[in-house]
């Protein structure tokens, strides 16, 4: 690996960060606790939800998501097979089969009239993916949905800080759910969120990361009483540590400079890539603003190099891009499920990848990108 490589995503991580983590190591507290709570209450103010429930990561908070819906054997729940395979997993851990719905080729996101043609009488919820960073049209989908009568959940993993109609993505939403891998913006190494509005549903949700207990640690360890907790339901162990939110909180505390940083980049991106022919970028939707967590490119039909020969020739002038959103349905897990045609979904997953994106991504560096490009698109 030579030195100049360029990675696709670093997260933006320093003494801060460092300081925070140490100082949550020698207080003593590191398993979920009162920085835990803190993270809770600044990340629901940022996200404007009344609660916000600390997780393991967005694939537990998926999944305590839809137990929460009371999602289970024998239901079915629309979602994109264009998003990363946690979010179809999720559907089969509460035992309910995951159906697969197209996506709009411009944003990559599930829309009404997607989920209306895969809508069947088993169907009890829909799962949208801010794919990518960008925005997923909620008011409309939320509209369909309170017509059919089904719930919508939203993965909003990649979408901090992004917005819908000026608003920041997580307001208004049945429930959403959140991941702080370092691929995303905020990070906590890992870790995930999960928001809402309902109270009951926040207080059983607290219960269920804590293996369904109607007591925390936290409220245990501060009582002056010995308090006798008691077991509600079958819960799981998907908390977050201490040390974990005391990084959240820093990284929080950065988000508006790293959506700045990134909107910046990426549109100097769109900018010098006019030029070059047959790739078309990811840009905003009509209805709000990606974060950029993924700055995505299409190639046209006709580009003189296929996606992963083009992947190649960048790693060979050492820039690491990636595949681009991959298409659940064609992994072995997957397999043999009926469904109906995806032909967005592949047409994406197949031509699309993911260029270099990340803080201190430096102009330079984006320059060297955009020429290993421009040579690959006139061979
Ligand atoms: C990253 C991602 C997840 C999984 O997040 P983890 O925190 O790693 O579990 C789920 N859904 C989408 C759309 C993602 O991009």
Same mark, same amino acid.
């Given at each position: ?64 998501? *839809? ?140 219960? @269920? ?39 959240? @909180? ?21 900018? *010098? ?83 270099? *994106?990340?803080?201190? @991504? ?18």
């Amino acid at each position: 690996m030579s030195a100049d490589r360029i990675p696709v995503m670093i997260p933006w991580l320093g003494e801060e960060e460092a300081r925070a983590a140490s100082d949550a190591v020698l207080s003593g507290w590191v398993a979920q606790g009162p920085r835990v709570a803190a993270f809770e209450r600044a990340f629901a103010e940022r996200v404007g939800a009344e609660h916000a429930i600390a997780v393991s990561s967005c694939t537990t908070a998926l999944h305590l998501a *839809l137990v929460a819906l009371g999602i289970g054997p024998g239901d079915e729940v629309v979602v994109p097979s264009l998003s990363f395979i946690a979010t179809a997993n999720a559907v089969r851990y509460v035992g309910a089969e995951p159906v697969f719905a197209d996506v709009d080729p411009a944003t990559g996101n599930l829309t009404a009239a997607t989920v209306d043609a895969v809508r069947f009488p088993r169907t009890k919820a829909v799962l949208v993916v801010h794919q990518g960073g960008v925005p997923a049209d909620v008011h409309s989908l939320r509209a369909a949905c309170a017509e059919w009568g089904l719930p919508l959940v939203e993965d909003a993993a990649c979408a901090i800080g992004s917005t819908v109609g000026g608003k920041p993505v997580g307001q208004d939403a049945l429930i959403a759910a959140w991941s702080f891998h370092p691929r995303k913006l905020v990070t906590t190494g890992e870790g995930g969120m999960i928001t809402t509005d309902d109270a009951e549903w926040a207080a059983r949700l607290r219960r @269920l990361r804590e293996h369904g207990m109607n007591s925390s640690a936290a409220e245990r360890h501060s009582s002056s009483k010995p308090v006798l907790e008691s077991y509600l339901e079958v819960g799981y162990n998907y908390r977050m540590t201490d040390v974990q939110a005391a990084i959240g @909180l820093v990284q929080l505390g950065k988000l508006d400079a790293m959506i700045a940083r990134r909107r910046e980049l990426a549109a100097r991106y769109d900018e *010098l890539l006019r030029d070059v022919p047959g790739l078309t970028p990811v840009r905003d939707p009509e209805h709000g603003q990606s974060n950029f967590q993924s700055y995505w490119v299409l190639l046209a039909e006709d580009f003189p190099v296929g996606r992963d020969d083009l992947l190649a020739a960048l790693a060979e002038a050492g820039i690491s891009a990636r595949r681009g959103i991959m298409a659940s349905h064609l992994e072995p897990a997957y397999e043999g499920r009926p469904g109906v045609p995806l032909p967005a979904t592949e047409r994406i997953s197949r031509d699309s990848l993911i260029l270099p *994106l990340f803080h201190t @991504l430096t102009e330079a560096q984006q320059d060297r990108v955009v020429e290993a490009l421009r040579e690959q698109a006139r061979r």
